[in-house]
């Protein structure tokens, strides 16, 4: 192995982050801008619980996917080792936030898990691309 492209790594990484953010952002829009039947609007809590239940969250791994096909695809080298580590912001984020912002739940620990998985899914993409 001829080592890992930091260039390649820090580049997927910002754009897997600034890519999820925005899919989550959009879902959060889209199910905050929802009123309750009675007419209310929806509280936090429920805006969180409906978005962790909800297509949104499996649509925002296709962040990871294609973060980790332009990290393969920068460092042109052991792709699906880059791959995965596209997720690297993504994990760091999660897990600041598990310890220190929101409660740990079984979805967003597999969300967790998933980043590096589906980053190094999109590697294995381009790898496949490329020898085609």
């Not at 590096?116 to 691309?129: E, H, R, T, V």
């Amino acid at each position: 192995m001829n080592g890992i492209s930091l260039k390649a790594v820090i580049v997927s990484s910002i754009f897997n982050f600034l890519l999820m953010l925005t899919i989550i952002t959009l879902g959060v829009m889209v199910v905050a801008g929802f009123e309750s039947p009675d007419g209310t609007v929806p509280s936090e809590a429920e805006v969180s619980a409906a978005l962790e239940s909800s297509w949104l969250t499996m649509l925002a791994l296709t962040a990871p996917l294609a973060a980790g096909y332009l990290g393969a695809a920068l460092a042109k080298r052991a792709a699906i080792l880059h791959g995965a580590l596209s997720s690297s912001l993504n994990v760091a984020w999660g897990v600041i936030c598990m310890v220190f912002l929101t409660p740990v739940t079984l979805s967003g620990l597999a969300l967790l898990a998933a980043n590096p998985l589906m980053g190094a899914a999109g590697g294995y993409i381009w790898l496949k691309a490329r020898n085609s």
